[in-house]
């Protein structure tokens, strides 16, 4: 304030011994001063950031032109009421109040300004190793930037006002302990969401598989729960603090999102495995659900009780295929040996009866 007194002594002079006069000569001069300086300097920014490719800088650029012109104004307005001749409850009043002001456009600024950051760093990077933010997490780290600006635009308010924090601080300490034990599944689910939302062991649209063998298409990840699409269509909510806790598999994971199947089948002693082979293999390029790369291919596994056991393994786009084509595979397999005659044995028993009982 000091300052802006001291440029404006020549004006100051001319209105000696006139302080309401002094007082609104500083605001309108403040307000002509920031509104040329606003105009002037970010209109030469403006044309520098109209030569780059990016688009962020023109955002950031009109996020940052609000606060400056407000605290140019907020500054000389204080200047010039701190002048006039009220009284010194009312001037105190008037500029905290300004002071408040300015914290909250500063705060409403570096709350939009944290977002655009955050959204460069989870998508700006090509190369999605490197990128500092992952686009799933990012909701986590708005909300967490939020709160530590909000934190600090309330502490800074307090502070102007002259409010202790120290009671605010300890009332606040014994209601968080209170609301702790009173929602504590609450919170275990909160925070196994955040731990969720940063390990990102599954993410929407992938399917998973828990303990009790609930297995569903992932739709929805929020920082309570986790919901599954089943088979059904039907929609189960599980909470995070179990999802977080729990063997969780995700047949969505790896490095690409195929699903390989496996169709077993047994063929009697006698036959001839390597047409046995050929017949897979012929199903199995023939099947439109079965992907070409990976490869499909033929395993025999063992010599069973009654039969040779075979396995034909092949890979699908994604997991909810599964049914469909396992079906279409065992149909073809099925009519294909009955056209060979190849036989598929199944479990029987022979009875041999050693005697008959005597007919008196």
Do not use: C
């Amino acid at each position: 304030m000091d300052n802006i007194e001291q440029h404006l002594a020549p004006l100051l002079q001319f209105f000696s011994g006139q302080p309401w006069l002094q007082g609104a000569a500083i605001i309108i001069v403040t307000f002509l001063f920031a509104s040329l300086i606003s105009w002037l300097i970010f209109r030469i920014l403006k044309f520098l950031t109209n030569k780059t490719k990016s688009f962020v800088d023109d955002r950031l650029l009109a996020i940052a032109r609000p606060p400056i012109y407000y605290s140019l104004l907020i500054t000389g307005f204080s200047t010039g009421i701190n002048r006039m001749p009220l009284s010194e409850k009312l001037t105190d009043y008037l500029i905290f109040g300004f002071k408040t002001l300015g914290v909250i456009i500063w705060m409403i600024a570096l709350i939009r300004f944290s977002k655009i950051v955050l959204q460069q760093l989870a998508w700006g990077a090509k190369n999605k190793n490197i990128r500092l933010v992952q686009p799933q997490t990012l909701p986590l780290f708005d909300n967490l930037s939020k709160l530590i600006i909000v934190a600090v635009a309330v502490y800074v308010i307090f502070q102007i006002w002259g409010i202790d924090m120290t009671a605010w601080l300890a009332s606040a300490g014994i209601v968080g302990i209170a609301v702790g034990f009173a929602a504590k599944d609450t919170l275990a689910n909160l925070f196994s969401g955040v731990f969720i939302l940063a390990d990102t062991p599954y993410k929407i649209g992938d399917y998973v598989v828990l303990d009790g063998n609930q297995r569903g298409k992932v739709t929805h990840i929020g920082l309570r729960s986790t919901r599954l699409l089943t088979r059904d269509d039907v929609e189960v909510t599980v909470p995070n603090s179990i999802m977080g806790n729990s063997k969780v598999t995700n047949q969505s994971g790896g490095p690409h999102p195929k699903f390989r199947i496996r169709v077993k089948v047994g063929v009697a002693y006698g036959t001839d495995i390597d047409e046995v082979e050929a017949i897979l293999m012929k199903i199995a390029d023939e099947e439109p659900l079965i992907v070409k790369y990976p490869e499909p291919r033929v395993r025999f596994r063992q010599f069973g009780a009654s039969s040779l056991d075979f396995e034909l393994l092949g890979w699908i786009e994604n997991p909810e295929l599964r049914g469909r084509a396992l079906h279409s595979l065992n149909s073809k397999v099925y009519k294909q040996f009955n056209d060979k005659g190849i036989e598929i044995p199944f479990a029987k028993q022979d009875l041999y009866i050693k005697e008959l009982p005597k007919v008196k």
